[in-house]
C-alpha cells in the first residue's frame, strides 16, 4: 500500500473560524459549491465524516478539508480510508488552489473526471483502492506540479498516455492491478525526477523500453503480473548504468515469466544480481526468467 506524503504544515493550516464564507468575493463561496457537489455525490459515508460539511460551519474547518494560510481556498482534500461510497464530480476541477487529494482505500466508483486536468496546482493525486473504470484521462499532463500519481488497484481500462511523460515533477507513478492495455510507452524515460513506477498486474505488453534505463532517480520498478506478458528487449536493460540494477532500485517482477535478450556481457549481471539480492540490495520477487544471449 502507498502511503502518500501529505505535508503537516498542511494538515495543520486553519483559518480563523471568524472569517465569513464569502466575505472576499465569489471564490470563496465557489470552493464551497464545488465541495458540497463532491458530498452529494456521496451514497455512503458510514463514520459520518460529512456530516460537519454544512452551512454552518466555515468550509475551510469541514473535515478533511485544509485552505490556505492567507486566503480561504482549499489546498487539500484528505478523506482517505473513511469508508465512502460515491462517484468523483467534476466540480472538483474547480478546486483552483488544490495542491493534494488523497482519497484512497474508499469505495469510489465511474471516471477519473478530465476536469481533474485544470488543477494545475496539484502535486499528490491519490485514488488507489477504489473502483474507478474508464481510462487515465491525457490532459492530467496539464497538472505541471504533479509529484505523485496513485491510481492503483482501480478497474481502469486503455493505454497508458504518452502525454503523461510530460510531468517532470513525477516522483511516483504508481498504477498496478488494473486492466491497462498496450505498450509500455517509450516516453516515459523521460520522467527524470522519476523514483517509484509500479505498473504491475495490468494487461500490458511488448518490450520493456530501453528508454526506462534513463531513469537514474528509480528507485523501484514494478512490472511483474501483466496477463499478457511483455519482453524486456535487447539493450533495454544492456544500456543502463550497473547501479541502476544493483545499487539503488528494487525491481518487481512478480510471477511473471520475462524473457531477457542481453549481449553476453551483460549475462554476468544476472548472477551478480541473484548475490547482491541475497544481501538486500536489490529485492527481486519470485519470478522465472530465461536468459536468450544476443551474439
Same mark, same amino acid.
Request: net charge neutral.
Given at each position: 500500500?502507498?502511503?502518500?506524503?501529505?505535508?503537516?504544515?498542511?494538515?495543520q493550516?486553519?483559518?480563523?473560524?471568524?472569517?465569513?464564507?464569502?466575505?472576499?468575493?465569489?471564490?470563496?463561496?465557489?470552493?464551497?459549491?464545488?465541495?458540497?457537489?463532491?458530498?452529494?455525490?456521496?451514497?455512503?459515508d458510514?463514520?459520518?465524516?460529512?456530516n460537519?460539511?454544512?452551512?454552518?460551519?466555515?468550509?475551510?474547518?469541514?473535515?478533511?478539508?485544509?485552505?490556505?494560510?492567507?486566503?480561504q481556498?482549499?489546498?487539500?482534500?484528505?478523506?482517505?480510508?473513511?469508508?465512502?461510497?460515491?462517484?468523483?464530480?467534476?466540480?472538483?476541477?474547480?478546486?483552483?488552489?488544490?495542491?493534494?487529494?488523497?482519497?484512497?482505500?474508499?469505495?469510489?466508483?465511474?471516471?477519473?473526471?478530465?476536469?481533474?486536468?485544470?488543477?494545475?496546482?496539484?502535486?499528490?493525486?491519490?485514488?488507489?483502492?477504489?473502483?474507478?473504470?474508464?481510462?487515465?484521462p491525457?490532459?492530467?499532463?496539464?497538472? *505541471?506540479? +504533479? &509529484?505523485?500519481?496513485?491510481?492503483?488497484? @482501480?478497474? =481502469?481500462? $486503455?493505454? !497508458? %498516455?504518452?502525454? /503523461?511523460?510530460? #510531468?517532470?515533477?513525477?516522483?511516483?507513478?504508481?498504477?498496478?492491478?488494473?486492466?491497462?492495455?498496450g505498450?509500455?510507452?517509450?516516453?516515459?524515460?523521460?520522467? *527524470?525526477? +522519476? &523514483?517509484?513506477?509500479?505498473l504491475?498486474? @495490468?494487461? =500490458?505488453? $511488448?518490450? !520493456? %523500453?530501453?528508454? /526506462?534505463?534513463? #531513469?537514474?532517480?528509480?528507485q523501484?520498478?514494478?512490472?511483474?503480473?501483466?496477463?499478457?506478458?511483455?519482453?524486456?528487449?535487447?539493450?533495454?536493460?544492456?544500456?543502463?548504468?550497473?547501479?541502476?540494477?544493483?545499487?539503488?532500485?528494487?525491481? =518487481?517482477? $512478480?510471477?511473471?515469466?520475462?524473457?531477457?535478450?542481453?549481449?553476453p556481457?551483460?549475462?554476468?549481471?544476472?548472477s551478480?544480481?541473484?548475490?547482491?539480492?541475497?544481501?538486500?540490495?536489490v529485492?527481486?520477487?519470485?519470478?522465472?526468467?530465461?536468459?536468450?544471449?544476443?551474439?
Amino acid at each position: 500500500m502507498l502511503t502518500l506524503p501529505i505535508s503537516t504544515k498542511y494538515c495543520q493550516a486553519n483559518v480563523a473560524a471568524g472569517l465569513i464564507i464569502g466575505s472576499h468575493g465569489n471564490n470563496q463561496t465557489d470552493d464551497q459549491l464545488a465541495l458540497l457537489a463532491f458530498k452529494a455525490q456521496i451514497i455512503h459515508d458510514p463514520l459520518r465524516v460529512l456530516n460537519s460539511w454544512n452551512s454552518t460551519i466555515n468550509f475551510c474547518e469541514w473535515r478533511g478539508v485544509v485552505c490556505g494560510r492567507q486566503h480561504q481556498k482549499v489546498v487539500v482534500l484528505d478523506l482517505q480510508s473513511h469508508g465512502l461510497v460515491g462517484s468523483l464530480y467534476p466540480h472538483i476541477g474547480n478546486l483552483s488552489f488544490l495542491h493534494t487529494i488523497n482519497l484512497q482505500n474508499n469505495s469510489f466508483y465511474g471516471g477519473v473526471p478530465s476536469e481533474v486536468g485544470r488543477l494545475f496546482r496539484l502535486r499528490i493525486f491519490g485514488l488507489s483502492n477504489y473502483s474507478f473504470t474508464g481510462e487515465i484521462p491525457s490532459n492530467l499532463s496539464s497538472c *505541471s506540479n +504533479l &509529484q505523485v500519481f496513485s491510481i492503483g488497484y @482501480n478497474k =481502469l481500462s $486503455g493505454i !497508458i %498516455p504518452k502525454e /503523461l511523460s510530460s #510531468l517532470q515533477k513525477l516522483e511516483t507513478l504508481h498504477l498496478c492491478e488494473n486492466n491497462l492495455i498496450g505498450i509500455i510507452p517509450d516516453s516515459l524515460g523521460n520522467l *527524470s525526477s +522519476l &523514483q517509484l513506477l509500479n505498473l504491475s498486474d @495490468n494487461n =500490458l505488453n $511488448g518490450r !520493456i %523500453p530501453n528508454s /526506462l534505463g534513463q #531513469l537514474k532517480s528509480l528507485q523501484v520498478l514494478g512490472l511483474g503480473s501483466n496477463r499478457n506478458g511483455s519482453t524486456i528487449g535487447n539493450g533495454s536493460l544492456n544500456d543502463a548504468p550497473t547501479d541502476f540494477f544493483l545499487n539503488d532500485i528494487s525491481i =518487481l517482477l $512478480g510471477s511473471s515469466s520475462f524473457t531477457f535478450e542481453f549481449h553476453p556481457s551483460v549475462l554476468s549481471l544476472l548472477s551478480k544480481l541473484e548475490t547482491e539480492k541475497e544481501k538486500n540490495i536489490v529485492s527481486v520477487s519470485c519470478f522465472t526468467f530465461k536468459v536468450r544471449s544476443k551474439q
